[in-house]
T-cell receptor, first 120, second 115 residues
Framework: SAVISQKPSRDICQRGTSLTIQCQVDSQVTMMFWYRQQPGQSLTLIATANQGSEATYESGFVIDKFPISRPNLTFSTLTVSNMSPEDSSIYLC?????????????????FGPGTRLTVL | AQSVSQHNHHVILSEAASLELGCNYSYGGTVNLFWYVQYPGQHLQLLLKYFSGDPLVKGIKGFEAEFIKSKFSFNLRKPSVQWSDTAEYFCAVNEFSGGYQKVTFGTGTKLQVIP
């Protein structure tokens, strides 16, 4: 399994500002994922981040709003840009259990503790 | 697109009662299946997973789940729940396409166990 930490754990932000969330993993991982969990709802995948390439965004999410960096195999950031109250959510970082190698079908995702964002 | 349905949104049980939470998915290809649990104030944790082999998988804390391919189901069970099982449970399905992995989560089931 992987141990994942996120910073900040929570924040309250003003409308129109941006927040960068950091995700750190204790081991090298091929793929990292960013999810959003809005109040009372399930997890929605925002994007998949591979080291050394552009992130792949899911339908409804765009790079201008949620830019992602993946500078190495243990770290990623997600920025929530030009925030509005609708962005209030828990943002979760996740990694798969595969190491820095071609993917197999036996990987499990592990989740960080999340960042609780409130936009006023 | 893949979809995952959890039919029970909120379940209330007394301690020692048996539990079964339903999960159905729509993807017709090869899938990996998971149940995650989120205890109050804590982050998501893996409860159990199915990749291949025996369709009855056992997880932590006495939970098990059965994969029935013909029914596209992966129901979670526990014969006797405890107050400490109060949590939200998420079913998730992992599909692979062209080396790209995507996990789709169900909407979750909140379980409340009454002492």
């Amino acid at each position: 399994s992987a141990v994942i930490s996120q910073k900040p754990s929570r924040d309250i932000c003003q409308r129109g500002t941006s927040l960068t969330i950091q995700c750190q993993v204790d081991s090298q991982v091929t793929m990292m994922f960013w999810y959003r969990q809005q109040p009372g709802q399930s997890l929605t995948l925002i994007a998949t981040a591979n080291q050394g390439s552009e992130a792949t965004y899911e339908s409804g999410f765009v790079i201008d709003k949620f830019p992602i960096s993946r500078p190495n195999l243990t770290f990623s950031t997600l920025t929530v840009s030009n925030m509005s109250p609708e962005d209030s959510s828990i943002y979760l970082c996740s990694v798969d259990s595969g190491r820095a190698s071609p993917k197999t079908s036996t990987d499990t995702q592990y989740f960080g503790p999340g960042t609780r964002l409130t936009v006023l | 697109a893949q979809s995952v349905s959890q039919h029970n949104h909120h379940v209330i049980l007394s301690e020692a009662a048996s539990l079964e939470l339903g999960c159905n998915y729509s993807y017709g290809g090869t899938v990996n299946l998971f149940w995650y649990v989120q205890y109050p104030g804590q982050h998501l944790q893996l409860l159990l997973k199915y990749f291949s082999g025996d369709p009855l998988v056992k997880g932590i804390k006495g939970f098990e789940a059965e994969f029935i391919k013909s029914k596209f189901s992966f129901n979670l069970r526990k014969p006797s729940v405890q107050w400490s099982d109060t949590a939200e449970y998420f079913c998730a399905v992992n599909e692979f396409s062209g080396g790209y992995q995507k996990v789709t989560f169900g909407t979750g089931t909140k379980l409340q166990v009454i002492p």
